[in-house]
């Protein structure tokens, strides 16, 4: 009974947004209105917790809205200016062959997940195949499943650290890791990041093929037809996932989608002009009439100018991470830090220089400088990035702070454990070790009802923790599959979808994309479990 109770706000959420096709922006609040009432009437969480857990979750809400707000920026000032449609057309350019065209479309896609999130891929890409002959229909799919890999660490990882690490913000979970040698940071920037990387990227090798294999076979061609292209493909995804890989390893979740994409098409463009294309070039039997791009543009861009604002995003990450004097400049000014909320354990710091959102509008502001754009320019971008943020920032602060709520609830008067532990223990005792082939689709759930990796792991973060705990399962790889599940739940949340379907000129035919997209994304979940499952129980790799 009490895991029922525990689990009604999520299973609320979870009708009004999947059944009732709710937003997130109206679903959340509600959401976590039900949680304050059973925190307060069953769990009787003193009013103080409750209050304190959800201005925490305001907090750390605000500083995920800061990244949200400079990537959906660089999006709108990119698109709004032409230097979008100059880096798209430029790339597309280099070959004819549709298979080959997806392949690099994929790339496109790992590059602007890393740059951007938030949907910005499908909303970049999908018109861009629209725009050179692609059906409507076959682009918006496609660009779903290649927009998996990169979006644990897109916007420059904010799943990893703004998702997960908004929820496993507490002290019983900090208390757990330190007593494996852990702080947070470091259990997410390495082993939570390494696996995640290895679980993805053993995918990403193959998504460009996958992906060019139901292409075709929704155009009606057959499986054979991608033969000839498969090098080709598996080079594209090769040409991404091992940069990608070796960045997780190395750097932590920052940097994997971002760099990766951005080496990814520099290798396979070098490719593609070398000659490594199929001998035939392969068309949609079904001819699509290109579109006409009606939106005014700012100026006609070079391709190395439009790039300027990412290659500062990528100067800019790289050097406030790695060199010691700039991280230690940029950690320790403008530092705000906010201790002992409303007198319980709870606190929340903001390190405003070295928050990537920071970094975003200064590169955004320093290339439109360098293009010469008009300050009318500048404002209009700002105008659209604050109307597109709006909705994101009330379903944000509300998601966390439900999250909050719940992580704290073990703070009561009943001397019941906390909501989570309460659900991951019936879980658990339920399936046992078995639940390491269910975790990824926990996190799919989350991205399905919620439309985003990183509310999918603000929400389930801590819930998978505490199944980690109660089963006996590495907490690490748990979490992992948690974070490629909510990737893996983009190709058919209803969120990306709609917004993909209608960039793409198929509004209405949302229900036609997720039954597309449901095969990849099942094949995608159980390829990972069952790689997550061989590490654990075959291999016996070592992890907390």
């Not at 070959?95 to 602007?112: C, E, K, P, Y």
């Not at 861009?301 to 439009?306: G, P, R």
């Not at 409303?342 to 928050?355: A, D, V």
């Not at 400088?369 to 709006?390: D, E, M, N, Q």
Request: charged fraction near 10%; aromatic fraction near 10%.
């Amino acid at each position: 009974m009490d895991a029922i109770v525990a689990a009604t706000p999520i299973l609320l959420v979870l009708f009004l947004m999947a059944g009732l096709r709710m937003s997130a922006m109206k679903a959340m609040p509600i959401g976590w209105l039900v949680t304050v009432i059973i925190a307060l009437f069953y769990w009787k969480m003193p009013p103080e917790w409750i209050a304190a857990a959800t201005i925490k979750g305001t907090l750390s809400a605000l500083d995920i809205l800061l990244v949200v707000f400079g990537a959906v920026y660089l999006y709108y000032d990119a698109r709004l200016s032409g230097a979008t449609r100059a880096i798209t057309r430029g790339i597309m350019g280099l070959s004819a062959d549709r298979r080959i065209q997806a392949g690099i479309a994929f790339l496109l896609v790992t590059f602007f997940e890393g740059a951007a999130g938030f949907g910005t891929p499908g909303a970049i890409v999908g018109p861009l195949l629209v725009g050179i002959g692609f059906p409507p229909a076959i682009a918006a799919p496609l660009v779903l499943i290649f927009d998996s890999s990169p979006v644990s660490f897109g916007a420059v990882g904010i799943p990893v650290w703004g998702g997960l690490g908004s929820s496993l913000d507490s002290p019983v979970v900090k208390e757990v890791l330190e007593s494996y040698g852990y702080t947070l940071k470091q259990f997410l920037y390495t082993d939570v990041t390494f696996w995640t990387a290895t679980l993805h990227g053993i995918m990403a090798v193959f998504i460009p093929l996958l992906g060019a294999v139901f292409m075709v076979k929704w155009s009606g061609g057959k499986v054979s037809d991608v033969k000839d292209a498969a090098p080709s493909l598996l080079l594209a995804g090769l040409s991404f996932a091992i940069p990608y890989w070796i960045l997780a390893a190395s750097l932590g979740p920052e940097f994997p989608s971002l760099l990766g994409g951005i080496i990814g098409l520099v290798i396979y463009s070098a490719t593609l002009k070398a000659g490594f294309v199929p001998k035939t070039s392969w068309d949609f039997a079904k001819k699509h009439e290109a579109g006409e791009e009606s939106e005014r543009i700012e100026k006609e861009f070079s391709i190395l100018e439009a790039m300027v604002p990412y290659v500062l995003v990528s100067l800019g990450l790289v050097l406030t991470r790695t060199v010691p004097a700039i991280n230690q400049f940029v950690t320790t000014n403008l530092v705000i830090g906010i201790s002992g909320i409303l007198g319980t354990s709870l606190s929340h710091t903001y390190k405003l220089l070295y928050n990537p959102g920071t970094i975003f509008i200064i590169a955004v502001l320093i290339s439109n400088a360098v293009s010469r754009l008009s300050p009318k320019h500048t404002a209009r971008a700002l105008k659209t990035t604050a109307i597109g943020v709006a909705p994101a920032a009330i379903a944000l602060v509300f998601a966390v702070s439900l999250s909050q709520i719940m992580m704290n609830s073990g703070n009561n008067l009943s001397g019941m454990p906390s909501m989570l532990k309460v659900m991951a223990v019936s879980l658990a005792n339920a399936t046992g070790l078995g639940y390491i082939m269910l975790a990824v689709f926990v996190g799919i759930l989350g991205a399905y009802m919620s439309g985003s990796n990183t509310v999918s792991n603000i929400l389930f973060g801590g819930f998978q923790f505490e199944i980690a705990n109660a089963t006996g399962l590495p907490k690490t790889i748990i979490l992992a599959l948690q974070n490629v599940g909510g990737a893996v739940g983009n190709m058919i949340c209803v969120h990306n979808v709609v917004a993909v379907c209608t960039t793409c000129g198929i509004l209405g035919q949302e229900g036609d994309v997720i039954r597309k997209n449901l095969v990849p994304a099942t094949i995608y979940a159980i390829v990972v479990s069952v790689v997550a499952a061989i590490a654990v129980f075959i291999l016996k790799i070592q992890m907390i």
